[in-house]
C-alpha cells in the first residue's frame, strides 16, 4: 500500500510542477540565447545524481555538461554560460563556495531550489525554480523504521531538467537551429547517427 | 515565444507513465515485495544491482530515505568471487533475491551476473523494459534479463528513451527510465517495509496481548 501511496505522491508532485513551466521556458529561452551566442550549458548538483541523469545519454542535448565542484578550478567561464543549479533543503552549506566561483567567472545561473528558504543564495539566479523540496530524506513513516523511506528529491530534480531539456529542443527548433541530441545505443544505426551529431555539435556549439 | 508547452508536455507523460505502472504492475509489485519480504523473513538477503544513469546514485545503500532493505552490489560481487575460488561448494545464494534494473533487457554485463546468481540459486527480479537486441549484443545468447529473471516489473520506457517528439528533430528526446526505475525501486522498498512493519505488530506483545484476551473471551462464552 505504501509503495502505490509514495507512487501517487509523485504523480501529483509532477502535476504541482506545472506551475513551473513558465519558468522552465524563461531558462530554455537563457540557455539558447547563450548558446547561439558560444556559450556553455552545464549542470550542478551536490550528489551528481540529476546532472548524471541527464548529461550523456540518449535523448539528451550533447552540448549539457556536468560541473563537480572540481571542475570549476580551471574553467574560465564566461557570460555566455549557463548553470543551472539543483539544491534541495533549507541550508545550502558549501554550496555558497561553487555558486560564488560561478559568479566570479560572470556565469549565468538557473537556480532549482524551495524557494520558501527566505536568505538561499539562488535567489539572485537569473531564473528560479521552485523545486519545492524543503526537507531532505524520504516521505513516509514506516513504523519500526529510524527514517522516513521513499526520497522523492532524485525523481522531482531530475523531472524538472528534462522539462528544461525539452524546453531548450523546442526553443532551437522554434528558431530554426537544429539541437544535436543523442540516439539510444540500443537503437539501429545509433553509432553512425551519433557521430553525425557529436560533428554537428563540434560545428554548432549546440 | 514558448510559455513552457513542451515542459508541460514532459510532465503530462512522465505522470501518465508513473500511473501506468502504479496500476498496471500493481500485481507484478506486490508479487516482488513479497518474494523480498519472505525472503527475509527466513534470514536470506535482497540486493539491488541497478545500472542506468540515476538509480545505481539515487538508490545507493546510505542515502537518505533508502531503509537498507537492499544491499549493494559489492557483497554479491565479493561472494561470487569467493564461489569461484571455491569452485563446486554448494550455492550460498539460494533463498536470496537480487533486484536487477537497466533501462531496457538487453544488458550484457547484468545479463551474466543474473545467469550465474539463478545458477546458484538466487531468484531474480527485473525492473526496466523488454527490448529488441538492437546494436547491443548480448553475453548470454538468446536471453535478456526479461527472461532470465524469474519476475518482471516493466518500467514502460518509450522505444529509444526518448518520451517526446519534436518536429524537426530526428530521435525522441528527453528520458524517462532513470526517473521510473527509482520511483520503482523505492516503492518496492516501501512495500516491503510496510510488511516488515506489519509483521512487528503481529508477532509483538501488542497483538500477544489480543491473542490472549481473544483466547480467554472464547474460554469465557464456551
Not at chain 1, 172 to 180: D, E, M, Q, T
Not at chain 2, 113 to 120: M, W
Amino acid at each position: 500500500m505504501l509503495g502505490f501511496e509514495y507512487l501517487r505522491s509523485l504523480e501529483s508532485s509532477v502535476e504541482r510542477l506545472q506551475a513551473q513551466a513558465p519558468q522552465m521556458a524563461d531558462a530554455a529561452r537563457l540557455i539558447v540565447d547563450c548558446a547561439v551566442r558560444g556559450g556553455r550549458f552545464y549542470v550542478h548538483d551536490t550528489e551528481n545524481i540529476v546532472s548524471n541523469e541527464v548529461a550523456g545519454r540518449a535523448g539528451g542535448l550533447i552540448m549539457l555538461r556536468e560541473l563537480r565542484p572540481w571542475n570549476i578550478i580551471d574553467l574560465k567561464g564566461s557570460e555566455n554560460d549557463v548553470v543551472a543549479i539543483f539544491m534541495n533543503g533549507t541550508d545550502p552549506r558549501g554550496e555558497r563556495t561553487l555558486i560564488d566561483e560561478v559568479r566570479k567567472r560572470r556565469m549565468k545561473v538557473v537556480g532549482v531550489f524551495p524557494t520558501s528558504s527566505k536568505d538561499h543564495p539562488l535567489h539572485s539566479s537569473e531564473v528560479v525554480i521552485d523545486n519545492g523540496l524543503v526537507e531532505e530524506g524520504g516521505l513516509m513513516d514506516v513504523p519500526g523504521f529510524k527514517e522516513k523511506v521513499g526520497p522523492v528529491d532524485a525523481v522531482l530534480n531530475s523531472v524538472i531538467a528534462l522539462s528544461i531539456c525539452a524546453e531548450v529542443i523546442d526553443e532551437f527548433l522554434r528558431r530554426g537551429l537544429k539541437p544535436s541530441v543523442y540516439m539510444s545505443l540500443r537503437r539501429e544505426g545509433s553509432i553512425e547517427y551519433n557521430k553525425k551529431m557529436l560533428a554537428q555539435y563540434e560545428r554548432q556549439g549546440y | 515565444m514558448s510559455s513552457g508547452d513542451a515542459a508541460r508536455r514532459y510532465l503530462d507523460g512522465i505522470k501518465k507513465v508513473l500511473g501506468e505502472i502504479r496500476t498496471e504492475e500493481s500485481e507484478k509489485i506486490r508479487a516482488a515485495s513479497s518474494a523480498i519480504f519472505e525472503a527475509l523473513r527466513f534470514g536470506h538477503r535482497a540486493f539491488n544491482v541497478g545500472m542506468n544513469h540515476i538509480p545505481p546514485l539515487a538508490n545507493s545503500y546510505g542515502v537518505r530515505g533508502n531503509p537498507g532493505i537492499f544491499l549493494p552490489v559489492e557483497p554479491l560481487l565479493n561472494e561470487l568471487s569467493f564461489k569461484r575460488a571455491r569452485a563446486g561448494e554448494e550455492s550460498s545464494l539460494r533463498g536470496d533475491v537480487i533486484l536487477y534494473s537497466d533501462q531496457f533487457s538487453s544488458s550484457p554485463a547484468l545479463e551474466e551476473l543474473a545467469y550465474q546468481t539463478r545458477q546458484l540459486g538466487a531468484s531474480t527480479i527485473y525492473v526496466g523494459t523488454p527490448s529488441g537486441r538492437h546494436s547491443v549484443s548480448s553475453a548470454i545468447p538468446n536471453k535478456t534479463l526479461w527472461e532470465l529473471c524469474d519476475l518482471q516489473i516493466d518500467a514502460h520506457t518509450p522505444m529509444g528513451d526518448g518520451l517526446l517528439s519534436f518536429t524537426g528533430l530526428d530521435v525522441p528526446a528527453c528520458a524517462t527510465s532513470g526517473v521510473t526505475n527509482v520511483a520503482l525501486f523505492y516503492a518496492l522498498n516501501l512495500e516491503v517495509a510496510e510488511r516488515i512493519s506489519l509483521a512487528f505488530t503481529k508477532s509483538g506483545p501488542v497483538h500477544r496481548r489480543r491473542k490472549k484476551l481473544a483466547r480467554s473471551r472464547q474460554a469465557t462464552r464456551s
